[in-house]
């Protein structure tokens, strides 16, 4: 499929792949896609950063290429590494063959029959529909030095492999690139990229975004939904609800039959929704139904 050539293209095709963006959103996403950028989102974790990544790869009819960040990520796990027990067998089998040619045997050993391709490299490599979507998520969990190797990729794609030399890109992959803020990103990476904050929706958005993924749940349950995470999330919490956790909860209503809110089934089910323990007894104790009944009051 080919990229959208406008900012409502590109929410048609966001919104066609179950994704309820807002304008800034569509329109950061396709500068992003019309200019060949990096796309730098950051945001609280649960908001749908992960999630465009793969409605774009859906919506553009291209494979998904993750990168999963983690602490002490290195080349070997992100980029490529040398099948050694591979060689090692290659080597023996030629020793055991008498004459080595060392010359020809380490030009044999340092081919592509032996490199084991890790994500960023594969993402390098044209797919069916064109280039793929890479996405780097959770770019805040790596350390400094991952960052600054990261540079030469978004930069140039392109990949130096010492044994083999420099691989580029024939098309330039969709990189999308996530953060949870734990951490602050160095500048030198993202002035390499578009950036945009992605914030918690506002109700409207979020009862869209309800209906487009729930949309047998009941209408009345859907907005009791949405109005209470509206209203937990100002309360003083460690960790406030996503929409993934809005999502989730309201499934978990469903599969109870509820069809609308009651103090009980908020106090039975708030592992769903809250993920920490503080947060789940700040909401007990009668605050979960003071938190209800002024809901209720709002919306009447």
């Known amino acids: 499929m080919t ?20 304008r800034a959103l569509a329109t950061v996403v ?13 945001g609280e974790a649960g908001v749908g950063k992960t999630e ?33 027990a591979g060689q090692m067998m290659a ?6 063959g008498g004459s080595v040619d060392r ?20 993402a390098l490599e044209p797919g069916e529909g064109g280039a793929p979507v890479l996405l780097i998520d959770e770019l805040d969990r790596t350390d ?3 960052e600054a190797f990261l540079l030469e990729v978004l930069s140039d794609f392109q990949v130096t492999i010492p044994e083999l030399g420099t691989i580029r890109a024939a098309g330039a992959p969709v990189v999308i ?8 990103i160095h500048d030198a990476l993202k002035r390499r990229c578009l950036y945009h904050w992605v914030d918690y929706p506002d109700a409207a958005r979020e009862l869209e975004i309800l209906r487009t993924r729930l949309p047998d749940a009941p209408a009345s349950l859907s907005r009791d939904v949405v109005a209470f995470v509206q209203a937990i999330r100002k309360e003083d919490l460690f960790k406030a609800p996503g929409v993934a956790e809005t999502l989730d909860w309201a499934t ?9 809110l009651d103090p009980t089934l908020v106090i039975d089910t708030l592992g769903v929704l809250l993920k920490y323990q503080d947060d789940i007894q700040a909401m007990q104790g009668g605050r979960a139904k003071a938190l209800l009944d002024e809901v209720r009051s709002a919306a009447r």
């Open 177 to 184: 690139l996530t953060s949870n803020r734990t951490r602050e």
């Open 144 to 146: 400094e030095a991952f």
């Open 91 to 96: 080597i023996r089998l030629a020793e055991a």
């Open 103 to 122: 010359s020809r045997l380490e030009a044999e050993l340092f081919s592509e029959r032996y490199l084991i391709r890790r994500p960023l490299l594969r």
């Open 252 to 260: 978990a209503l469903v599969e109870l039959d509820a069809i609308a």
């Open 52 to 84: 465009i990544a793969k409605v774009l790869a859906r919506g553009l009819g291209r494979s998904l290429i993750r990168l999963q960040c983690y602490e002490g990520l290195d080349v070997a796990a992100a980029v490529y590494e040398w099948n050694y």
């Open 3 to 22: 990229l959208p050539t406008s900012i409502d293209a590109t929410l048609a095709l966001l919104s066609s792949a179950g994704y309820v963006a807002d």
């Open 30 to 42: 396709f500068l992003s896609l019309k200019l060949g950028r990096p796309l730098f989102l950051e």
